[in-house]
């Protein structure tokens, strides 16, 4: 009889850390805020972490998706630009977004029609994943594709081995985190880009989570340290209402100023395919909002050249032109190597490179799979 893909994913796995182990076998998993209670035999609203036999197995010892993107694809502006990034997945999400664009790794086992993605994993090392790292001249590591809080267990080993040679690392998340777990990759970790879907919790019911979860997250992330990136797909009908930016722009505000907020523009995906494309008008409204709002850094995106000056990095204090881009090409690179804007001499929050001459320009500006 054929491998069924639960029972091939159950294979590559390993017994998890970030569970607390309850009475008749039953565990609550903490990786993400659902916290799931799950008995023996069951599994988590993510589907990749089960219990046997009051043991907490986890996903391990594979991806489902690799590729080396420009880091500005992620989307991170203020972490070392033009740089190349070695993307990874695994299989697996604790949301269920009906426009999401991964859906073939993050919905296996919750959809059918997603199990195919299952095809596509291939057993590896945190050893061989840095390997290829550095023969593809990518000083970065992100896990993305699918939700990497989930799966943390698996990329902090592959940080490990990045960070002692040299390399920094990054999570592509949707949030949905526990003051536990971010404390946990912390240390491996030098941004997290999180997802404000929207700023109203029935809207978040629908796509499997929790509104105040996120928020809590942005806020703790940006409190140990981490230098974290806000994304807000802003989706025709579902989250474009004025008031609703304005509400997410003053949230992030009254964090940090220095957060770099990216609203990108919507395509029709998966299960949602009804709602209309978003046009660069939304996203001009949408970041006028949060500039008005305060944020020193708003950024449109997915729509590159369609959007004047918004795919570009100024200067708060002075508004020199620092970086240039377009899409997800740097076309020029101004700040100092001491992360200075070279006009007014104020510094720039972010993680920049201590050698400007050596940033990449005018690259190729799209991912390519390994």
Known sequence: MAETVQQRLDHLTAPGKYYESLEDGAVRCYACAHRCLIKPGRRGICQVRFNQDGELR??????AAIQVDPIEKKPFNHFLPGSDALSFGMLGCDFHCGYCQNWLTSQVMRDPKADMGAYY???ITPKKMVSIADQQNAPILVSTYNEPLITTEWAIEIFKKAKQA??????????????EVLDAVAPY???????????RDKNYRQLGGVLQHVLDSIAYA???GLWVEVVTLVVPGFNDDPAELWDAARYLSSVSVD????????HPDYKMTD???????????ASEIGQEAGLNFVYAGNLPGRVGSLENTFCPHC????ITRNGYIVRDYRITAQGHCPRCGKSIPGIWTNEPSKVRLDGWGTPHRI
């Open 259 to 266: 957060i770099p907020w990216h609203v990108t523009a919507y």
């Open 222 to 224: 940006k409190k140990i």
């Open 189 to 199: 970790l030098s941004a997290y880009k999180i997802d404000l879907k929207s700023m």
């Open 166 to 179: 040299g390399m920094q690392c990054a999570y592509v998340s949707n949030g949905n985190a526990t003051p």
């Open 319 to 322: 508004n020199f032109l620092l």
């Open 275 to 285: 709602n209309p494309y978003t046009e660069s008008g939304s996203l001009q409204i």
């Open 58 to 63: 986890v996903p391990w010892g594979y991806v």
């Open 121 to 123: 994993v291939r057993e």
